[in-house]
């Protein structure tokens, strides 16, 4: 087999100066591949790879289609995203890919090199763990770039993951619970109720719908569809407590006021049929979007800091385990994947917790008194 690669270099319209390899293999048509914005010494390297897997026979031909960079995002987020992925992490992908496509602009998806990738992500004006979600999108898309036979490599591989000061927001004390119920408006205070009870995720309530409950044998069904998708695209049961199931019945006659300034007489309505699909709506019984910025505000008017509106979620299953609830129920309720996310970030241990675990070990009274009744012949 007679063939070889030729390194050839051209001037871009911003008077950079770009490579690209020439393929001639005897009996076929010259094949020519862009190598982005790298050196000339990255370039003979990559001359001199591709022209060993010819010899070798290890050399595959992708796709004769060099999409953009923002083509691509937008296939990806056509044909995969919208119909795999939840609605929130759609619109997450899309936020991520919007600043990305910026960035890339101009640039087909083999002319993007892990550099690229890196420099873009440090001049980020965004926390560490903000970076690792852009990261994790920029991964997801060369992923599937490579699987669809666009591009033989993934530039995202060997990124390292930005080191994170914390793991997301911690939970709620039972007395800082108390002061947010105490200062919070019917709305938020029935909001924040609703998902101390349940554990649902901020995305989920807003979804939350009254056909969801069962009011006879006291359950909600957090649905999972083609509309309202949970994390891990399974629907769950959660039964409901006394105090739970009486605020859902009030709600379901009454509508607690958005602007409400304080008056006993105008803080809920009644309901109309409108407002009767989702649980946590606007007048005109369209859901809520923006609850996580009611619910920072008050956590900032308490004074109450590093907790987020997930932190509500995460107070749920702290809550389930200082009553002792066995890891694997609230594992089910919460709807995990996997028993170590439970128990690593969600289970959180307080302090008085500790006080009792100490509290009940064996004095050495009792120690002594033991050692006195094996002595003695005595079995307790």
Known sequence: MQVNVYLRDYITKQGEKRYYLVIRQKGRQDRHVTLGAIGKRKAEERRGLILKELL????????????????????????FAQGS???ATVRQYEYCLAQAKDRFKGLRLDQIQREDIEVFLSELQIQNRTKNIF???????FRKAREWRYLKTSPADGIRPFKEAKVGSRSLTLKELGLLLDAAKPRTRSLIKVMVYTGMRPGEVTQFKFEDIDWETRQIRVVSDKV??????????????????????????????????????QSFLPRTEAQRVYVFCDPGGRPHRCIRLSLKRLFKKVGIEGVTPHGLRKTFCTLLARNR????????????SRMQLTMDIYTEVSDDQKTAAVASLPTCRELAMQKFQVVGGNKT
Request: a positive charge; proline letters at 4%; one cysteine or more.
């Open 56 to 79: 070798n026979g290890t050399y595959e031909d992708y796709r004769s289609v060099r999409l953009y960079f923002s083509e691509f995002c937008e296939k990806f987020l056509r044909e």
């Open 85 to 87: 992925r939840a609605l």
């Open 135 to 141: 990261l994790n999108a920029l991964r997801m898309v």
């Open 228 to 265: 309202r998708q949970t994390k891990n695209r399974k629907t769950r049961v959660i039964p409901m407590s006394d105090d739970l199931w009486e605020e859902l019945k009030f709600l379901w006659d009454y509508y607690p006021v958005l602007h409400y300034e304080g008056s006993s007489k």
């Open 325 to 336: 609830v066995h890891p694997k129920v609230a594992q089910e309720l919460l709807g995990h």
